[in-house]
């Protein structure tokens, strides 16, 4: 399976490149990196600046259609990936758990979608999807339809729910950071975490 990391988000709501805000003195590119990198023989970091990003160990390229928000993100990871699978992650989640990472993997096969519940609905950047999806996601692109779950009715999906508890004491798993104040939020808990833990 290949891993992508979506990182084409304009980050308007907080006016920088958010893959390259700082948490605990680490940019997040680099926290996930660092967090997918040992579950994953192959990485993508699928960008609209890719120069930014040509120091990391990774493979970066831009989006294959530009324009396309992150189902064009989803899309060109895809196409790009080596492998039948690619867990698509956005940029902005630091508090990833390659635990429950590994267990996604580990329950994919046979689906062409994995993807995590909360209360919040779906995380469709935080999920798995299969080669199967790429002709579902060019005809939604071809209609201007940019809505991510609009195709996962006529994919074989696996929804997780109750699985993620275990993995989720917090209920941080999913966060992402969007604005200033949830900057403020992350950082916050990142020194909580590793006043008590390590990543």
């Not at 969007?178 to 833990?197: C, F, I, S, V, Y």
């Amino acid at each position: 399976m290949t891993a992508a990391i979506l990182a084409g988000g304009k980050g308007t709501r907080i006016g920088t490149n958010k893959a390259f805000l700082e948490i605990g003195g680490k940019p997040l590119i680099e926290i996930l990196l660092e967090k997918v990198e040992g579950l994953f023989e192959e990485v993508h970091i699928i960008a609209n600046s890719p120069h930014l990003y040509e120091y990391l160990n990774a493979k970066v390229s831009a989006d294959m259609i530009p324009g396309r928000g992150s189902l064009g993100g989803i899309y060109t990871a895809l196409r790009l990936a080596s492998f039948p699978q690619a867990f698509c992650l956005a940029c902005d989640m630091p508090f990833i758990e390659p635990g429950f990472i590994r267990y996604m993997m580990e329950v994919a096969a046979g689906y062409d979608i994995v993807i995590p519940k909360t209360a919040d609905g779906l995380e469709p950047l935080h999920a798995i999807y299969s080669k199967a999806c790429i002709p579902h996601i060019e005809r939604l692109m071809q209609a201007d339809d940019l809505k991510i779950i609009h195709f996962f009715s006529e994919m074989r999906a696996r929804v997780l729910e109750e699985e993620i508890h275990p993995f989720d004491p917090h209920g941080m798993l999913f966060f992402n950071i969007n604005t200033p104040e949830d900057l403020k939020k992350a950082r916050r808990h990142w020194q909580m975490l590793e006043g008590k833990a390590t990543f």
